[in-house]
């Protein structure tokens, strides 16, 4: 007697995809066949459909405590479900106070469990002034720690020189722990950013032009410097640019512990989309010219991108307005597309297997991060799900969108594969077009290294 048995999907994992049933207890996956025989609570017919695992976004901002009108954990974790997302990393920064000790983190904690529909895990945060309280965040289970190379754009999450990453990266290597960065160099970024202000060029383009590939590139290279000599394990997120996966596959190459991700809006939209559609996908590191997307695509396929994250990071609409485009908030809502996009852009369009995203969305985050029984169709693992059609073809709409802000740069776009039915630990979360209304998400707490 199982408490649910899925019949005659198509299961999604690393190594392809095949015809099976699942039977799930207790939210974990029990038995995987062909053809399982047996009774159940409840059966749902999957035929035709593709069912992979939830997918796992590690870099998400949802702004609580402090901040919840930005988006909440709330809106934010619907709006993952309905994407067929079941577990999402929150990053420390845009709460208010910031995840910085043992404190902030477990006010955060408080506010995830009252309201998340998924699972969780937190990032703690590496500033100047917190070494010291890295070991309680270590403590509290913080996935590992979030620094910015250049200005975070939040007044209380200072940037870090090399001095800091470097001492912060020791205590984390001590502790087992990861570090995540910003790479951008902020020397350069600021000085750029103060001459075209200074001349009155605050357009797109001007924004553009003061955030080059050229800042991405150094502080990537002086990120992987301090790791190797560390022996910290470093992360690189939203990289933006060929030539910044290239550098991480070279240290790769010589055993430097690191890892990169980069993001549906990298590989989606280029600089020319945000010339036209202004604010809605302004975003740091920027968007790229054609020609670094398509390189993107490139080492995607070759399998130098290791995770891919929305970097889902809204605002309140009012924030999306200024004379100046320097004073826009930078952060594009994302995550309720992110493997929507993969499916159309990389799977239908570019013929990319869906062994590989799957394995970007979901086996290789929770490896990386160290989140045991997720992302895998496994015996044993959460019965964390996600049911698509992949034929189906949607408009994006702003009515569909689960966000506190129904602000997106994707809306209007055509997508190809609809999430249909998402399912956390053998729950359904989210089912056509609606969501559970009770907070349903636990906190993970990663193994140590």
């Not at 020791?170 to 001349?199: F, N, S």
């Not at 549906?264 to 975003?283: F, I």
């Not at 019965?383 to 009515?399: F, N, S």
């Amino acid at each position: 007697m199982y408490d649910l048995l899925i019949h005659d999907g198509i299961l999604v994992t690393s190594n392809g995809a095949k015809y099976a049933d699942l039977a799930i207890s207790d939210g974990k996956l029990v038995a995987i066949s062909p053809q399982l025989t047996g009774s159940a609570s409840e059966e749902i017919d999957a035929t035709g459909l593709h069912i992979f695992p939830g997918v796992i976004d590690a870099h998400v901002h949802f702004n609580e405590p402090g901040r919840t009108n930005w988006e909440g954990f709330a809106t934010g974790s619907r709006a993952l479900a309905a994407g067929g997302t079941t577990t999402f990393c929150d990053m420390p920064l845009n709460a208010s106070p910031p995840t910085l000790d043992a404190a902030s983190f477990a006010l955060k904690r408080e506010a995830s469990e009252a309201a998340s529909l998924v699972d969780f895990a937190l990032w703690g945060g590496l500033v100047p002034s917190n070494i010291e309280q890295l070991d309680e965040l270590a403590e509290c289970g913080a996935i590992g720690f979030k620094a910015f190379m250049s200005n975070s754009g939040i007044d209380d999450f200072d940037a870090v020189d090399d001095d800091t990453l470097q001492r912060g990266m020791e205590r984390a290597a001590r502790l087992g722990k990861l570090v995540a960065v910003h790479a951008e160099d902020d020397h350069l970024t600021t000085k750029l950013a103060r001459e075209a202000i200074k001349k009155g060029q605050t357009s797109v383009r001007d924004y553009l032009q003061a955030r080059p590939v050229s800042a991405e590139l150094d502080a990537i290279q002086r990120a992987i410097g301090i790791a190797e000599a560390t022996g910290c394990s470093l992360h690189i997120v939203h990289i933006s640019c060929g030539a910044g996966i290239s550098l991480v596959a070279e240290a790769r190459a010589r055993n430097v512990d690191v890892s990169c991700e980069t993001c549906p809006h990298y590989l989606v939209l280029t600089e020319e989309d945000m010339e036209r559609m202004g604010a809605v996908a302004k975003c740091s590191p920027p968007l790229r010219i054609k020609a670094e997307q398509e390189m993107l695509w490139e080492h995607l396929r070759m399998g130098h991108i290791q995770t891919i994250g929305s970097d889902h990071s809204p605002s309140p609409t009012t924030m999306k307005i200024a004379q100046s485009f320097f004073q826009v908030w930078g952060g594009i809502s994302g995550c309720q597309s992110l493997l929507s996009l993969l499916l159309t852009k990389g799977h239908h369009e570019r013929n990319l297997p869906l062994s590989l995203l799957t394995t970007l969305t979901a086996e290789a985050v929770a490896r990386r991060f160290q989140l045991p029984g997720k992302g895998k169709l496994v015996i044993g693992a959460d019965a964390d799900l996600a049911l698509v059609d992949l034929q189906a073809q949607t408009i994006l709409h702003t009515e569909d969108l689960h966000y506190r802000h129904q602000q997106s740069p994707y809306i209007g776009m055509s997508m190809r594969g609809q999430i249909t039915q998402t399912l956390l630990r053998g729950r359904t979360v989210y089912k056509q077009g609606q969501c559970s209304t009770q907070a349903h998400g636990q906190l993970l707490t990663p193994q140590r290294r």
